[in-house]
């Protein structure tokens, strides 16, 4: 079978899959048996270019690399829906900008794309967010897939290895570093760049989100704990559940400090878990040198989680990035082909 791929959101998660795509397409065919086409794409100020047969990708790239636009491709219209079920589509990679109050605009692509039984993989933290429980039915009723592997992590398949390789472990809590935009700042600022020089360069490399005040405050490591939450212990919270704090308050002379102790500033994300239930935060911490997660440097991730059978387990990979980001879409949509 083959698929046909719709986008949302051709930024540089979006653009960075149909670049791995393209790259790849003979490996995904001779080696998990992977066929597509890409018949829709939809950005805010590109527009949309669709084609039931497939676009012709080498040429959409070029048109992406040299202008930042769809060149002369002829735009399609409507809403997102129609041309969705227009288009053939069976798999809609979702890759709007975060909204963690309302979850727009991803989440009412992926209601619309459920309804119409077409499968989805999202890298968006909104729709999760604020209706996780509701997309997540909407799936089954309609018979189809909907994974998410790249809100937590970017490519790093935390939410596989704990959902798949860790099933029948009961989950006693979990701790990391699970953004990497301020954990690249951080690291930045301990070699002596600037705040603002080290989130320019977090921004430019593809880490930030668009509201990058999301990276900063704390918001995006929260709404990653508040996934892990429901995925790890089936508990529905909401970000402003978190006990949160971000990096703003944090000054070079701290870092300076931290460092003269022969200790590094991190952004710690967890949750514990006793008796009276889950306690989740986001808080910048002071850590020992020695301790694994001092190790962890620039846009990288980790995650350990301690579990009844396995002891602890430690993921560490890319948190943040466009081709690493891209890397859990396809991931995603090779696991819905199986
Ligand atoms: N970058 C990363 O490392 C990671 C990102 N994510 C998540 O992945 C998603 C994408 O991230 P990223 O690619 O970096 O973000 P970008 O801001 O680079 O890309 C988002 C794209 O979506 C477009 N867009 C905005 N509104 C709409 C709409 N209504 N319809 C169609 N397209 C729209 C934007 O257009 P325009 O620019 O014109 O506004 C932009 O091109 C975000 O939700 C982010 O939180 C998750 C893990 C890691
Ligand atoms: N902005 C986020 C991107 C991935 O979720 C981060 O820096 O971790």
Redesign the pocket.
Known sequence: MKHKIAL???????TALLEILHEKKKELKDKYAFEYEVVLI?????GTIMNDLGLDMGTVLGELHERNSFGAFEQASGPLGELLKRSGATVLAE????NLKTGE??LSHIRDALAAGINVTT????PLAVAFDELTAAAERNGVKFLYE??VM?GTPIIDMVKNGMAGCSVLGVEGILN?TTNFILTKMTDGATYHEALAEATEL??A??DPSGDVEGWDAAVKVVILAKILFGQSIQVKDVARLGITQITPQQIASASKNGNVMKLIAGIDFDTFGIHPYVMPREIEASHPLAQVGGAVNAITVKTDNLGEVTLTGPG???R??GQALLSDMIRMSR
Request: net charge positive; glycine share 26%; hydrophobic share 20%.
């Open positions: 949302a959101g051709c930024g540089n998660v979006g939809r950005d805010l100020m590109k890759c709007t900008p975060t605009p991803g890298t968006n933290k909104g790249g809100v970017s990497g593809g880490y989100e668009a943040a990035g466009r690493e980001t």
